[in-house]
């Protein structure tokens, strides 16, 4: 995470109203892997088996972790592959600039007060 650049107020909102103009679309964002996939099939003489050059696929896949350590995993079409990638990248962008705006957001609090911090073990 990098410091904000200025203890100016304006300064500060101006650098936060920037990060927030850069945020992705929130219609493309996903969160999730993608994984690729050769696969064995069930067929013991088929090529697959002596090769694993030839295996079958690639098959792609999306990954998605949720609450509880459950992960599922979705097999995608292949003309969904170039989307997901997209989606993965925006969510990715999301997640750094909320990041940005969170510390520009805490800078501004501190600048608000004087650049005084509040913390344990302090007294007013």
């Known amino acids: 995470m990098t410091r904000p650049k200025t203890r ?5 909102h101006r650098q936060r109203n920037r990060e ?3 945020i992705p679309g929130w219609v493309d964002v996903i969160r999730g892997s993608l994984v690729r996939y050769l ?3 069930g067929k013991t003489g088929c090529r697959c088996h002596r090769d694993p050059r030839l295996r079958h ?4 896949y999306i ?3 949720y609450e509880g350590g459950k992960q599922m995993r979705y097999l995608l079409a292949a003309g ?5 990638r997209k989606g993965i990248s925006a969510y990715r962008k999301l997640w750094r600039a909320l990041c940005r705006i969170s510390e ?3 800078a501004i609090l501190k600048a608000g007060r004087g650049g005084e911090a509040k913390g344990h073990g302090r007294r007013p």
Do not use: F, K
Not at 57 to 60: A, D, K
């Open 104 to 106: 520009l957001n805490i």
């Open 20 to 22: 927030i103009a850069r």
């Open 57 to 60: 696929g690639p098959y792609w």
């Open 8 to 12: 100016n107020l304006a300064g500060l």
């Open 39 to 41: 696969l064995t099939c």
């Open 80 to 84: 969904e592959v170039a989307d997901v």
């Open 63 to 65: 990954t998605v972790s």
